[in-house]
């Protein structure tokens, strides 16, 4: 494993890291402004939040050129806390966030996304989209012509610059032209300083304004799983990608250790909860980016920019950033997968609409990837107790074959298929192609082996030991 503080991780890509981190800090501002929106909090929250995230996790994660910031999947988790207690226990559930993503490092839990099949990941990506699609129709229905406009423009700026040049992140010139047309002309378009002020005054750290008693706990403790889970999810997929990309395996559980002090600290400063983000993250190894300086020098131009042009957010048109979170939504959402579903097992299918169904319901993601797990599992588990039994008469005697794993699941369908009052009176039970996994499957054969004795059959046992029997 290299080390943090290798020259390596640092210097060996200099120019490719700077001009990286530079490149992807103009796309997470008008990112982090809308998760800020979606959340119902300052959009500084969020900028600030991406800023201390990206510094902290510079140095302790494991996973260097990994973008991590204020996300949407963890902002939609955000917003009833914030609605129903105040930000100020956002803060406080942002601290046992970080605490409870450290401990998930300690404990080794990165080893537990080897469980988390395709299909719940897909759902599990799907239904972010979806969310934050309810999310954003909820300005749509009430809007006007000219913030519908507004929105549309936005969105062909997104799409169309591309086809131009790549050299600035579409979203960020869309914002810029959509806000100096609507500033410039006196477009009377609601803005993000009509629903509160923006200033640029640098967070201090300090613990949340709360009373701390465990009715507190109770209050953010779902919310700190909740954003944990979502948080594990996202950064360990991004992750794997990563990883499979540059062709260096990482260190998962170092990785959440240090997403959860990032996430500690951003909480102390008056931050929100976030994590890896897929869609920058590849964008930004795409780049060039390589090493740790990437994430550092992203992290220090944001916090210059916020520092010099933190008040000119006041004037951004609410239109501009639900533009931008309607094509996150189009550019997350995985439409292949739609494209070929009929060639996909039902199983597969129902995993995933039923991941995406239950975190619509909930509207907690967490709740939806566990369903999908527990589902999947199931559906595991059924197949694996579908077991072959082929029948045979050789020589006089009744031979039964028995393919596949026997265990509690599999065991009644083995004494079903065995015929207790057929005319021939040997009978084989052969395990040679078969495996028993736990006590009850073989209680269950010396219970068949027990029956037909006692109807006067005499029973051989073939590949398997068995109390008073020699193994044949």
């Known amino acids: 494993m290299k080390s943090l503080f290798s020259k390596e991780q640092w210097f060996s890509n200099i120019r490719g890291d700077v001009l990286a981190g530079i490149t992807i800090t103009l796309a997470l501002i008008p990112d982090a402004i809308a998760f800020s929106f979606i959340a119902g909090v300052n959009p500084m929250i969020g900028l600030f939040s991406t800023v201390i995230i990206m510094i902290v996790i510079s140095f302790c994660g494991s996973r260097p050129a990994m973008v991590s910031s204020a996300a949407g999947s963890m902002a939609v988790l955000m917003a009833p806390l914030v609605l129903m207690h105040g930000v100020q226990y956002l803060f406080a559930a942002t ?5 409870i993503q450290f401990l998930m490092g300690v404990f080794k839990t990165g080893k537990w996304m080897n469980f988390v099949p395709g299909a719940v990941v897909t759902g599990f990506i799907n239904a972010l989209a ?5 999310d954003q129709l909820g300005h749509l229905v009430k809007a006007d012509w000219l913030m519908l406009t507004a929105v549309a423009v936005t969105l062909v700026i997104v799409y169309l610059l591309p086809r131009l040049t790549k050299a600035i992140p579409s979203p960020l010139v869309a914002v810029t032209l959509v806000t100096v047309a609507s500033f410039s002309m006196g477009l ?3 803005t993000i300083g009509s629903q509160v002020l923006i200033d640029n005054t640098l967070p201090l750290p300090g613990l949340p304004d709360i009373p701390f008693t465990w ?3 109770v209050i953010i403790l779902p919310f700190a799983l909740s954003l944990s889970l979502v ?6 997929l991004t992750q794997n990608m990563i990883d499979e990309k540059t062709g260096e395996k990482t260190d998962k559980n170092g990785e959440m250790k ?3 002090a990032a996430n500690a600290i951003t909480g102390l400063f008056g931050g929100m909860a976030g994590c890896a ?4 993250s590849v964008i930004h190894v795409k780049i060039g980016a390589r090493g740790r300086l990437s ?3 992203g992290g220090v131009v944001l916090l210059a920019l916020i520092l010099l042009f933190g008040k000119v957010v006041n004037v951004i048109p609410v239109a501009a950033l639900v533009g931008v979170m309607l094509m996150i939504c189009f550019e997350i959402f995985d439409w292949g997968y739609l494209l070929k579903l009929r060639s996909k097992p039902v199983s597969e299918t129902v995993i995933m609409i039923a991941t995406v169904a239950t975190s619509i319901y909930t509207h907690n993601l967490a709740i939806g990837a566990l369903v999908g797990v527990l589902l999947s599992m199931a559906v595991f588990v059924y197949k694996l107790s579908r077991i072959q039994i082929n029948q045979e008469t050789i020589e006089g005697e009744k031979v039964y074959r028995v393919k596949g794993a026997l265990f509690f699941a599999s065991a009644t369908e083995l004494q079903d298929a065995i015929q207790l009052n057929d005319p021939i009176t040997r009978i084989c039970l052969d395990f040679r192609e078969a495996h028993l996994w736990d006590r009850t499957s073989r209680l269950g054969i010396i219970n068949i082996r027990r029956k037909l004795r006692e109807r006067g059959y005499k029973v051989r046992v073939i590949g398997l030991q068995l109390k008073g029997e020699s193994r044949s």
């Open 258 to 260: 240090g997403q959860g």
């Open 215 to 217: 009715q507190t706990l």
């Open 277 to 280: 983000l897929v869609a920058e």
């Open 295 to 297: 994430t550092l020098t």
């Open 231 to 236: 948080g594990y999810t996202e950064t360990l």
């Open 188 to 190: 009377p378009l609601e």
């Open 130 to 134: 979806i969310l934050i699609l309810m």
């Open 95 to 99: 601290i046992l966030t970080g605490i």
